[in-house]
T-cell receptor, first 114, second 115 residues
């Protein structure tokens, strides 16, 4: 089965510092990887995706993600964190075995302090 | 900007009662998904539709849950009877089709509390 793992329940970073939220994947075949963000009591918002091509993917709100095939990772990054970036972040992988739904990780809570 | 509409946003019910959630996907999106998100966890797929047909309902507890998308547009998810463990956020999402590269667009969710 296609799956992702987010090893950190919470990431704390000071405003202005770079942030990284980690994700590793396990797939058979080509990986189709996504990052979503969720604010309290809201739905999920799409940030970015990796389908093919450049290993560095740029997305919304200044976020980017680095795809690393040898390490089977797809870490989310931002050069300078904002307090407003505090939210839940979910990594997801396309499940090509079953209707192309997304399989999500358990999520990482990002807290950016002033 | 087109959005996925869901209602109600919040629902409190007692166990053994029936509840229903409604979803209207983005116009033209053929694929519709219902996910359940338990507090502190990632969303888990319950059912996926392509137009009016069920593509995957392998994780739907069919003894108490049902879902339909009769005309291939909006959809209803029903729980009867509700149990305490059903307390969760129910998220609806849509996409243009069953493609590997397309992202899912999510609604704001329906938060269910079962007392």
């Amino acid at each position: 089965a296609q799956s992702v793992a987010q090893p950190e329940d919470q990431v704390n970073v000071a405003e202005g510092n770079p942030l990284t939220v980690k994700c590793t994947y396990s797939v058979s075949g080509n990986p189709y990887l996504f990052w979503y963000v969720q604010y309290p009591n809201r739905g999920l918002q799409f940030l970015l995706k990796y389908i093919t091509g450049d290993n560095l993917v740029k997305g919304s709100y200044g976020f980017e993600a680095e795809f690393n095939k040898s390490q089977t990772s797809f870490h989310l990054k931002k050069p300078s964190a904002l307090v407003s970036d505090s939210a839940l972040y979910f990594c997801a992988v396309r499940d090509s075995n079953s209707g192309y739904a997304l399989n999500f990780g358990k999520g990482t809570s990002l807290l950016v302090t002033p | 900007e087109a959005e996925v509409a869901q209602s109600p946003r919040y629902k409190i019910t007692e166990k053994s009662q029936a509840v229903a959630f409604w979803c209207d996907p983005i116009s033209g999106h053929a694929t519709l998904y219902w996910y359940r998100q338990i507090l502190g966890q990632g969303p888990e797929l319950l059912v996926q539709f392509q137009d009016e047909s069920v593509v995957d309902d392998s994780q739907l507890p069919k003894d108490r849950f049902s879902a339909e998308r009769l005309k291939g547009v909006d959809s209803t998810l029903k729980i009867q009877p509700a149990e305490l463990g059903d307390s969760a956020m129910y998220l609806c999402a849509s996409s243009r089709g069953q493609t590997a590269s397309g992202e899912l667009f999510f609604g704001e969710g329906s938060r269910l509390t079962v007392l």
